[in-house]
């Protein structure tokens, strides 16, 4: 909801197909591709009842639709010669961004309000590196905001053990992985440790509750729509 | 492997030293790739370079190995062909027993790993001595390799000390490296005098020239490959380049991206025997091109690029999951990302398709790989193939088969959501494994389809 109102502060009206699910990726990425495909192509339809901008807020899911389905659509027509899918794919993947790198020069920065400053934490995913390439927009979006002081952690560009069914099917190097993650995020002694990719959210703060005993001051997870949709005092009507 | 992936995995997160030795000596690998590539561009265009350079070689993998071949053979090398590893083994048998070799030194190779050739020379009483000090540490401690490079990188400076203590009954200074690596040199030297054959792997071998060449930093392999009076090569069939001047760019790739170094310390080009009024030198030298499934590999048009590899080692350097488990959990020749898409091949998804499921797909390994394999992509081609060849449970395909129908059908999808939202029931659809060490997430009262349709509606 955060992610829609941003659009909306950027000037843009926001067409919402109740149609959508999933993007596939989960079956996709465990080797069910052939389970996949009928919820991907679900998914290209969906959105090409109108030709606008698709925005993902979740640089994961952003990255199966821009980079995988054509991949994913390749060679996979029933008649020889027919590539209207791969086609569709390629049309769909053109118009795919990822939210806050889409919205980066489309705040309306000047106002912000002055506040006291914050320390927070990035947690710039896989994903958002190396298949959107957007980790630099979520650095600066946040650079963007001049109360904000941004941290990362050590070894700031691991994975953080999610991995989507790698945390279920090797559930010891992933809450590993994990644990040495958050490890470095409560390091950073941040207030907020943001992220926009749902994934990686979900696991770190699914693992900071769990340990969040330990904690004198827990650290507040948040996806980065939220926490800038939270700096513009945008309403909160849920 | 008489235990599964999992419980390696295990054994090796709760080993502290371990873990310790692993993390350290990737962050210094990482570090030392980063600061030998630190020019982006060039980084890319060497990269790119690369990549060109093993597809094309793959394209053309049967004729440029088939020159290879006919120019060994005119430089008078022995070429032999092994179909298999066992064939390679007994190839060996023959050349050793023709020399009449008792003793073999040996320069560092996988080859010779995946053929198990220690132990079968072992076994018909050839003494094979591996001349590589990461090797030899490992050779006395009777185990394998965990690095493809760095074969006893799991080991700290005192366990080694503590090792060359038990076994060549040295007084050791832990502290002190010179002297722990005088000690192994002093006992390899005269292996190095008194070995019968030579036996190396191949780094690149050239096709046009029928070139063997070898990159190391120790000299052992220049050694091993020179002293005896009879040197074995040992490589797989994808090793092969078209000529000389793809070395340049190749070798390049590989030493900075396995160690961070410019220029390895020896590069061996072996094109012949000794010659006639040459003084040293092997008299014979033999070359085994192994096959051991690559063919069929270079044949599949989706997992062919795994053959590109060039053993560099920067994708388990990278690799999150090898850096902490360490490469013997893999309990594979081939550990870390590379391994996991080469051994399913190789032996087999009863055997090694496990090895698919600890890999969260971030993507670190195919960035780090200087000749672009795409790891991830091959990754994700190989649990399919595993899904389709039976290898997944029955729970999973039913699981997967639910997921699709919920997805496919978005008015059962928004009924699901709506019925988890309301009721709060994520605990539901997080396994055990997730929840032993996280909470599972709370949903919101209302799912974000009901949200945008009340929106909608009002006025």
């Not at chain 1, 644990?179 to 990719?197: F, H, P, W």
């Not at chain 2, 499934?293 to 990278?318: P, V, W, Y």
């Not at chain 2, 080469?342 to 090895?355: F, S």
């Amino acid at each position: 909801m955060d992610a829609i109102k941003l659009l909306e502060l950027a000037g843009y009206e926001v067409v919402f197909p109740q149609a959508q699910t999933c993007c596939g990726q989960p079956a996709y990425n465990s080797g069910f591709k052939d389970l996949s495909l009928d919820v991907i192509r679900h998914t290209i339809n969906t959105f090409s009842q109108h030709s606008l901008p698709l925005i993902v807020p979740s640089a994961s899911c952003a990255g199966m639709i821009k980079h995988h389905y054509q991949h994913a659509l390749k060679k996979e027509s029933a008649l020889p010669n027919d590539d209207t899918d791969a086609k569709n794919a390629a049309e769909l993947a053109e118009r795919t961004f990822e939210l806050i790198d889409f919205l980066l020069d489309k705040l309306p920065y000047h106002r912000l309000k002055k506040r006291p400053s914050m320390r927070v934490c990035l947690h710039q995913s896989c994903s958002a590196q190396r298949e959107m390439k957007v980790a630099a927009s979520w650095e600066k979006i946040l650079i963007r905001m001049p109360h904000i002081d941004v941290l990362k952690p050590q070894y700031a560009d691991e994975c953080c053990g999610f991995g989507g069914t790698f945390a279920v099917k090797s559930p010891d190097v992933s809450a590993v992985m994990t644990e040495d993650k958050c490890r470095a995020i409560l390091n950073t002694q941040a207030e907020y440790i943001v992220s926009g990719d749902c994934g990686c959210l979900m696991n770190l703060s699914g693992h900071l509750e769990h340990r969040i005993e330990h904690q004198e001051e827990p650290i507040k997870p948040m996806h980065l729509a939220s926490f800038i949709a939270q700096q513009f005092e945008l309403s909160d009507e849920h | 492997m008489n235990t599964n992936f999992a419980t390696r995995i295990r054994v090796a997160l709760s080993d502290p030293s371990l873990r310790a030795n692993f993390r350290g000596a990737m962050d210094f690998l990482q570090a030392k790739r980063r600061t030998a590539f630190s020019n982006e561009d060039e980084w890319t265009a060497l990269q790119r370079q690369g990549k060109a350079i093993r597809q094309q070689t793959l394209h053309q993998l049967p004729e440029l190995l088939e020159q290879l071949e006919h120019n060994c053979l005119q430089n008078g090398i022995n070429v032999h062909w092994a179909e298999d590893a066992e064939e390679a083994r007994q190839i060996f048998l023959t050349i050793a027993q023709e020399e009449n070799a008792k003793k073999v030194v040996k320069g560092k190779s996988m080859a010779t790993e995946e053929i198990g050739l220690n132990a079968f020379l072992e076994e018909h009483e050839i003494e094979c001595i591996e001349s590589d000090m990461g090797e030899y540490i490992v050779q006395l401690a009777e185990e394998t390799p965990s690095h493809i490079i760095m074969p006893a990188i799991h080991k700290n400076q005192a366990q080694i000390a503590e090792l060359f203590q038990d076994k060549l009954h040295e007084e050791c200074d832990a502290n002190n490296v010179d002297q722990l690596i005088g000690i192994g040199r002093k006992v390899l030297r005269q292996k190095f005098k008194h070995a019968d054959i030579g036996v190396s792997g191949v780094n690149f071998a050239i096709a046009d020239s029928g070139t063997l060449c070898l990159v190391e930093n120790e000299g052992n392999g220049r050694l091993s490959t020179t002293a005896p009076k009879a040197h074995i090569a040992l490589m797989g069939i994808e090793k092969v380049i078209p000529n000389l001047s793809c070395l340049p760019t190749l070798q390049s790739l590989l030493t900075r991206s396995a160690t961070g170094q410019h220029i390895t310390t020896y590069l061996n080009l072996i094109t012949s025997p000794r010659k006639q009024d040459e003084h040293d030198g092997p008299l014979k030298v033999h070359l085994i091109l192994l096959d051991n499934g690559r063919s069929r590999i270079a044949q599949d048009e989706a997992l062919h690029t795994t053959l590109a590899c060039i053993r560099c080692g920067a994708c388990m350097n990278h690799c999150p999951v090898y850096t902490r488990i360490g490469g013997h959990a893999y309990g594979s020749t081939y550990p870390g990302p590379i391994g996991q898409i080469l051994t399913p091949q190789l032996n087999g998804m009863d055997e090694a398709g496990e090895l698919l499921d600890a890999c969260s797909l971030n993507g670190a390994c195919g960035e780090a790989c200087p000749v672009g394999i795409e790891l991830p992509e091959l990754m994700r081609e190989l649990r399919q193939r595993k899904h389709h060849s039976k290898h997944t449970t029955y729970t999973e395909h039913i699981i997967w088969r639910v997921w699709k129908r919920i997805h496919r059908h978005p008015k059962l999808y928004y009924a699901a959501t709506r019925t988890l939202s309301r009721l709060g029931l994520s605990r539901t659809i997080f396994p055990k494994a997730w929840r032993q060490t996280r909470h599972t997430p709370m949903p919101a009262k209302q799912s974000l389809h009901q949200q945008l349709k009340a929106r909608k509606q009002r006025p």
